[in-house]
Every structure is written in structure tokens, then in C-alpha cells.
């Protein structure tokens, strides 16, 4: 079965510094794999996805994320990190089967000090 | 931009009752899903619907829990007789066409059970 980890429940750094939140999978298969974000009492708002080609990603809100098959990771990144980027992160990869849902993995919550 | 709408926002109901959670799809979507999170917790699959029937569902997603689509333009999650675990954050997601492309969520029925 396709399964997820986030090694990290909580992942600390300062305004202006780079911010790593770690990912890691387990699938049959092609791995296709998102990362999503949770604010507060929202919804989850899609970020970027791996499907193939280049293993670097580009997202939202200057988001990137790295695909590295032999490591099996997907660790989410930003260079410069904003207080506003606090919130919960979600990595996921989509579950073999007809339905196509989504496996997440258990959630990191991010904070950035000012 | 369009958006998955939820409603209602928040639902308290008392154990052993009947709930109805209802999604607005983005109208050129195809595929449905409903997920829930307990208490900003791991997010979980419940049930993935896609020309007018189940596709999958998770063991979570037992006799207590029906889906449909009764308009075209609703999805509803029909829980029957509701328990106290049944409490959670319940999203509704959907997405447009087949194969690894990101699902859109709404913002999410808080279901309290007392």
C-alpha cells in the first residue's frame, strides 16, 4: 500500500531564513506526489506535485520541492521564509486503485519567527 | 478562481442522529471525494465517487456512511446514526479529469457529536 511519512511534527525557522519540511514515501509504482498547506480552521490549499521530468518543482508562494527517487523523499522547500508561511503542511501521493484518492502523511506544522 | 463550497460550516448534532454534509463541486469536475481530519490531525479517505457510483472507499466508510449526488450539482456525505468518534473536520474534494492531477478542496464541515 502507498504510504507517506513527515519525519517531523514540528519544524522551527527565523523570518528570512531557508526552510526545509521533509517527506518521504512508500509506493508501488510510479510515485505522483503533492504537497498541500492547512491555515487555520481552512481547507487544504494544493501547493505543487511531482508527476515526472524534473525533480526540482515549482509551486505556489515560492514553494519548491525536490523529487529524489533513490532517497524516496519529496522534501518541500523555500528559500527565504515568511511568517506567514506558519501553518500545517501536508505531503500525500496518490493511492493505487480506481478511485485515485490520496495517502497523507501525518502533517508538519511549520512556524516562522519573526 | 472557482472553488469547492461547503456547507454547512459547522454541524452539532446529538449522537445516534442523522447528518447530511453538502459540497458544491467545481462545475466542470468529474471526480468527488470526501476525506476528514480529526481534530488537525492526519488527514483520512473515506470514499472517492465518479460517474455517478463509489469507486473506493476506506474501511472507514462503513454501513453508516452513504454518498450521492442527487442534482448533478451536489455531493452530499449522509452519515445515519451518528457516534460520538464520528467528530471530526469533513472535506470535500474534487477533481477534473483522470490521472495524477491535484484535487481541490473546500474549506471543510466541522461535525461536533454529543
Known amino acids: 500500500a502507498q504510504s507517506v511519512a513527515q519525519p517531523e511534527d514540528q519544524v522551527n525557522v527565523a523570518e528570512g531564513n531557508p526552510l526545509t519540511v521533509k517527506c518521504t514515501y512508500s509506493v508501488s509504482g510510479n510515485p505522483y506526489l503533492f504537497w498541500y498547506v492547512q491555515y487555520p480552521n481552512r481547507g487544504l490549499q494544493f501547493l505543487l506535485k511531482y508527476i515526472t521530468g524534473d525533480n526540482l518543482v515549482k509551486g505556489s508562494y515560492g514553494f519548491e520541492a525536490e523529487f529524489n527517487k533513490s532517497q524516496t523523499s519529496f522534501h518541500l522547500k523555500k528559500p527565504s521564509a515568511l511568517v506567514s508561511d506558519s501553518a500545517l503542511y501536508f505531503c500525500?501521493?496518490?493511492?493505487?486503485?480506481?478511485?485515485?484518492?490520496?495517502?497523507f502523511g501525518p502533517g508538519t506544522r511549520l512556524s516562522v519567527l519573526p | 478562481e472557482p472553488e469547492v463550497t461547503q456547507t454547512p460550516s459547522h454541524q452539532v448534532t446529538q449522537m445516534g442522529q442523522e447528518v447530511i454534509l453538502r459540497c458544491v463541486p467545481i462545475s466542470n469536475h468529474l471526480y468527488f471525494y470526501w476525506y476528514r481530519q480529526i481534530l488537525g490531525q492526519k488527514v483520512e479517505f473515506l470514499v472517492s465517487f465518479y460517474n455517478n457510483e463509489i469507486s473506493e472507499k476506506s474501511e472507514i466508510f462503513d454501513d453508516q456512511f452513504s454518498v450521492e449526488r442527487p442534482d448533478g450539482s451536489n455531493f452530499t456525505l449522509k452519515i445515519r446514526s451518528t457516534k460520538l468518534e464520528d467528530s471530526a473536520m469533513y472535506f470535500c474534494?474534487?477533481?477534473?479529469?483522470?490521472?495524477?492531477?491535484?484535487?481541490?478542496f473546500g474549506p471543510g464541515t466541522r461535525l461536533t457529536v454529543t
Open positions: 500525500a501521493v496518490r493511492d493505487i486503485g480506481y478511485g485515485q484518492n490520496f495517502v
Open positions: 474534494a474534487t477533481k477534473g479529469t483522470g490521472g495524477p492531477n491535484e484535487q481541490y
